[in-house]
């Protein structure tokens, strides 16, 4: 299949743009009622560990260069394995949008839009997308290449504006809710570096080949920094890090800042580009569904069904009424299944076509 071909900073947007639209959301929030005061602690120890996974990645990726984890899967286990495997990450891409989708719509009614129905909002977003994607994946990819860094300075700017309010004493206890919550059942918050899910598609999509493992690292790097950059700003500014239930814990940093002293409502720029962002990863999402069944099925056109995943998308974003069961779902969904598919099967897979490949290069040497 043709592939729209990446250059390193593109491949490097399309991982970040998923983790900034959690960390507007609820990723910060996610991880300090786990670790308490010690989150930043916790950002630092996961931030290592899932660097140490992008080295193994890399290195299992090497003897695939060029290959997505829908190839690889099917090297290792046929037709059947490949189905499966594109099956699951159709699946994940597709609730991961809805949830996202109507999590985001939700608080936007609540701040701007009250007098609208939800219906309206999920729609509007779902539409962008596809229209997105039955215009040109290259001007998704190149939109989303504009948006990122602008959506990166948004949440830095949120960050710097409230440094007035640090306190050190905030960030004790040191061990916040105890070293257990840091090292072990804080392990799993490498679920953060989600967007990593992009990393096994990109191999056959980048100019050059070998630049998987810069990717990789560069996009960790730059999730690692700004997750840390968000925690550390709702430890050290603010005083009960565990209320923060407003838009999300960024529009809380912002609407507490100073920026007001500068512009006039400037929550309406920074929702916009949020707003903006999520759109792109809903593009984008509908784009790698349609790459992944373009790969299952072996069809030669299929923007078209770009409105019929928009449409999976809706109904499930619409089947939950409670919001703090929609949040609960949400963020379970999230967590397990980050860490199932990403770092679990993902690098299953990899590992077992890796021994295969060693055993069948053996063979033939002997």
């Known amino acids: ?40 602690l916790n950002c630092v120890y996961i931030l290592i560990l899932v660097l140490i996974f992008a080295i193994l990645v890399a290195k299992l990726l090497k003897r695939f260069t060029g290959l ?15 189905i499966l495997i594109g099956i699951l990450c159709i699946a994940f891409l597709v609730i991961e949008t809805a949830f996202l989708t109507r999590m985001f719509s939700k608080n936007l009614l609540l701040v701007y839009f009250e007098n609208y129905p939800i219906t309206f909002i999920v729609f509007l977003f779902l539409f962008v997308g596809v229209v997105a994607n039955l ?36 960030s004790l206890p040191i061990l916040g809710n105890g070293a257990d919550k840091i090292f072990l059942t804080g392990a799993s918050n490498i679920f953060a570096f989600n967007g990593l899910f992009f990393l096994f598609f990109i191999s056959p999509m980048l100019n050059k080949k070998e630049s ?16 840390i950059l968000s925690i ?45 962002a999520l759109m792109s990863f809903i593009s984008i999402a509908i784009m790698f569904c349609l ?25 499930l974003s619409m089947l939950i009424d409670n919001v703090f069961t929609l949040e609960t779902y949400a963020n379970a969904f999230y967590k ?7 770092f679990g099967v993902f690098t299953l897979v990899l590992i077992f076509a890796n021994i295969k490949k060693r055993v069948l290069e053996g063979k033939r040497k002997s």
């Open 1 to 40: 299949m043709n592939y729209t071909k990446l250059g390193n900073f593109e491949a490097i947007c399309l991982i970040v743009i998923l983790f900034i639209n959690h960390i507007v959301l609820n990723l910060p929030q996610m991880i300090i009622d786990n670790s308490g005061t010690a989150s930043i």
């Open 212 to 227: 998987t493992s810069k990717v990789a690292f560069s996009s960790i790097l730059i999730c690692g920094i700004f997750l």
């Open 135 to 170: 215009i040109s994946k290259k001007s998704i990819i190149k939109t989303n290449t504009i948006l990122v860094p602008i959506a990166l300075l948004s949440i830095l700017l949120t960050s710097i504006f409230v440094i007035d309010l640090f306190r050190a004493e905030r």
């Open 68 to 82: 997505d984890i829908i190839d690889i899967s099917e090297y290792l286990g046929g037709k059947f394995l490949k």
């Open 291 to 315: 790459n992944i069944f373009q790969k299952l099925s072996n069809m030669k056109e299929v923007k078209p069904l770009s409105a019929a995943i928009a449409t999976i998308i809706f109904v």
């Open 232 to 276: 550390s700003t709702l430890v050290y500014a603010f005083s009960d890090i565990y209320t923060i239930n407003r838009f999300s814990p960024m529009y809380f940093i912002l609407i507490n800042s100073r920026f007001s002293v500068f512009l006039e409502r400037p929550e309406a720029i920074f929702i916009f580009i949020w707003t903006l």
């Open 336 to 342: 397990y299944s980050s860490l199932i598919l990403i």
